[in-house]
């Protein structure tokens, strides 16, 4: 008899379950007189070189959903997170917000984020992610669900100075594809010239170039089921001795990133790999300091294929009400439309996430003749890997741990294999 | 030709050039980072990155591109009456409060002024969030009371004017009091006016703190009206660059008023320092 029970009280919790994944609802579409006022937090807008754009994209948007505001507020990057998180305790969470892709986990898992297959039905999300890099798409996703959707990212490129290639007697048509000819070319332009060799960005602040290194020499920096660091493999050593070598060598400068960085502006670094982000300010300084700027895709491990890995943020959704949800939707789908990642590569200065526009004359044709160093950057979407970010509260703690030691490892003469499976060790006892 | 000063007990002593040279040598050190600033706002983009000590071509570009940038008109404003309003507010809390715990004894005063203390130590992180969620149920995001409201008493001002009052001579209350002073009469009329100094010296640190605060503002703030300068400033910096030529022109500019201020309060802000020994 309780047996009988227990099979009926499953069969109903069936029936009851499926009725539900049926009758799921999503928020309908706005209706003309429904007027809406969303909340959006962005990083990008109010700063002096990027906000521009950025309330371009608003107000585009605005003039064409008339019915919709956005109420754009600036919050800087380094401090975005505890905001959201402050409004979210204090109960008026944003209903969007441009996060950093290293918090996807901490954000999808403590912040409530919205997946947009909750939100959007499946044929209207699949009709707009027609035409976006496959690669790409993966960047917001976190258990086969998209938290956020990538908005401004960009890839690890090597910017370097023809000029200063010339006058070490190196071919600028012909830049280096392996960090093997890396290391070689930066220690001509040294010894030719009085300017440094090269420089590879991030060894402070976040960790997407040190995971597009690990990457590119056959590694990872947590395994697929998310369960273990990694950045003590073989291959993990094996990338950040490299850049020891380099260091050590005299080929790689000793100056932090902020000061190479002036050095680039005037000339005075050979090589930079760095986000392509950076691309915009590169080009106004080199045509201001009088030297020629190019740029080249990340250099591989041998014959290893490259995995350059993302920078940049993507836009998640945390409101709670219908309306809201629908009308942030609608500003989703304007921002990443083929009108609005020309707006973002062209006034922003980011990659655009659907790369037939920009052989479209409607949208970047113009603008890519005109900016040909975007295109090293766009081949790389074919073999884009996602930034990965660390599960549990403790994910910064974890990415300040492995930037930490491959600091440590890259600026001495450390044992690197030592100073690596130490760190992962202590990164993985705060792995959840 | 050596110059002489005075000591203290009144006598005149030389000085020597050795003491001279050096207090030249630091005074440099500690302006050359403004003269840096300064320089900077008027560089040309081609000389930015000049190690040259003197300007080449000579441009107010910056100062345009700045003022267009960001509303800094509204956010000095926005930042005077922040900070002067948060510095009368704890300036007048921790006044009554030194003379509440050094004039009477009571029950508990121990306790509570080791409370006082203690909150002194609870680092900003930990009551940033109770007190913006008690901010944003009064309705103040956005609004001035929410800048200034919440620092409207400040535990170390209260634990520095203390100690000054506790030092105050209780024979000049009791005269007073047998004059028939009340106690109000004898806070102003007999105890401020002594101390003013070392409430002067107090003022000018906690309008220059109020001044720099950061995180604050950017939290209770959403838009750039109603923000400080501190966050405009934050608006030439990013990530992927930093637009040093307009940041330096906001920063001139932003120093602007707290330099009028130094300049006209000179002679009373460094005896206030003097007197009561604050550094």
């Given at each position: 008899m309780i047996r009988l029970a227990h099979v009926l009280l499953v069969a109903l919790s069936l029936f009851l379950l499926a009725g539900l994944v049926v009758a799921q609802d999503y928020p309908a579409p706005l209706t003309a007189d429904q007027n809406v006022t969303i909340r959006f937090y962005s990083y990008?807008?109010?700063?002096?070189?990027f906000g521009p754009g950025t309330e371009k994209l608003i107000a585009e948007f605005m003039e064409a959903n008339p019915n919709i505001t956005v109420e754009g507020v600036p919050v800087p990057a380094a401090e975005m997170t505890a905001r959201v998180q402050a409004d979210i305790v204090a109960g008026?969470?944003?209903?969007?917000a441009q996060l950093i892709f290293d918090g996807l986990d901490f954000i999808a898992t403590n912040f409530n984020a919205k997946p947009l297959e909750t939100i959007v039905p499946p044929e209207e999300l699949a009709a707009h992610f027609e035409g976006f890099s496959p690669n790409g798409l993966q960047?917001?996703?976190?258990n086969d669900l998209t938290y956020g959707l990538p908005f401004t990212f960009s890839t690890p490129v090597m910017f370097y100075n023809a000029d200063l290639f010339r006058a070490a007697g190196?071919?600028?048509?012909?830049?280096?594809?392996?960090w093997a000819q890396v290391k070689e070319y930066a220690l001509q332009i040294a010894e030719a010239t009085e300017a440094e060799g090269v420089h590879i960005a991030?060894?402070?602040?976040?960790d997407w170039i040190v995971q597009s290194l690990i990457g590119s020499n056959?590694?990872?920096?947590?395994s697929a089921d998310r369960?273990?660091?990694?950045?003590?493999?073989e291959a993990a050593i094996g990338a950040i001795s490299m850049w020891q070598d380099l260091r050590l060598s005299g080929a790689?400068?000793?100056?932090t990133d902020a000061e190479i960085t002036e050095a680039m502006f005037t000339?005075?670094?050979?090589m930079y790999l760095q986000s392509s982000a950076i691309q915009r300010t590169l080009i106004t300084n080199a045509e201001t300091n009088g030297w020629e700027l190019r740029a080249a895709a990340m250099p591989a491990f041998g014959d290893l294929p490259t995995t350059p890995v993302n920078s940049g943020s993507a836009l998640f959704m945390f409101s709670d009400d219908p309306a809201r949800q629908r009308a942030t939707w609608e500003f989703l789908k304007f921002v990443t439309s083929e009108r609005g990642y020309t707006i973002i590569t062209s006034d922003i200065g980011y990659l655009p996430l659907r790369p037939a526009i920009v052989e479209d004359p409607q949208y970047l044709q113009e603008w890519a003749k005109a900016n040909p160093l975007v295109l090293p950057n766009l081949e790389q979407l074919t073999r884009l890997r996602a930034w990965v970010s660390y599960p549990g509260p403790n994910w910064r703690q974890i990415e300040t741990i492995l930037l930490e030691s491959v600091q440590q490892a890259v600026t001495s003469d450390g044992d690197v294999a030592t100073i690596m499976t130490d760190a992962a060790a202590r990164a993985q006892a705060l792995m959840p | 030709m050596e110059a002489l000063r005075t000591t203290t007990g009144g006598q005149l002593q030389r000085s020597s050039p050795r003491s001279h040279l050096l207090l030249i040598v630091l005074s440099l050190v500690a302006v050359f980072p403004i003269y840096w600033m300064i320089l900077t706002s008027f560089r040309a983009d081609g000389e930015l990155?000049?190690?040259?000590?003197?300007?080449g071509q000579v441009t107010l570009d910056h100062y345009a591109r700045a003022w267009n940038a960001i509303p800094m008109g509204r956010m000095l404003l926005n930042t005077v009456v922040m900070a002067a309003s948060q510095t009368l507010l704890q300036l007048m809390t921790s006044v009554l409060a030194a003379y509440g715990f050094s004039r009477w004894n009571f029950r508990g005063k121990s306790i509570l002024y080791a409370l006082f203390a203690l909150t002194w130590l609870v680092p900003f992180q930990a009551t940033m969030i109770p007190n913006y969620v008690t901010l944003t149920q009064l309705g103040w995001r956005n609004s001035l009371a929410g800048l200034i409201i919440p620092h409207a008493s400040s535990a170390f001002a209260i634990l520095l004017l203390f100690q000054s009052f506790k030092s105050f001579p209780l024979e000049l209350i009791d005269a007073a009091r047998i004059d028939g002073a009340t106690n109000w009469g004898v806070l102003w009329k007999v105890i401020f006016p002594n101390l003013r100094a070392s409430i002067a010296s107090l003022g000018v640190l906690l309008f220059i703190s109020a001044w720099n605060d950061y995180f604050w503002p950017l939290l209770v703030t959403s838009h750039l009206e109603n923000s400080t300068i501190q966050i405009g400033l934050q608006m030439f910096l990013s990530t992927d660059g930093n637009l040093w030529g307009p940041l330096m022109a906001a920063a001139t500019t932003a120093s602007l008023p707290i330099l009028v201020v130094y300049v006209l309060l000179q002679r009373q802000i460094i005896d206030s320092f003097v007197k009561s020994g604050l550094r």
């Open positions: 990008n807008l109010g700063n002096a070189a008026t969470p944003p209903d969007v960047l917001g996703r976190l190196l071919d600028p048509d012909a830049p280096p594809t392996t991030g060894l402070g602040g976040f056959g590694g990872q920096v947590l369960s273990t660091i990694e950045f003590g493999s790689h400068s000793q100056f000339g005075n670094l050979g | 990155y000049s190690a040259s000590l003197l300007p």
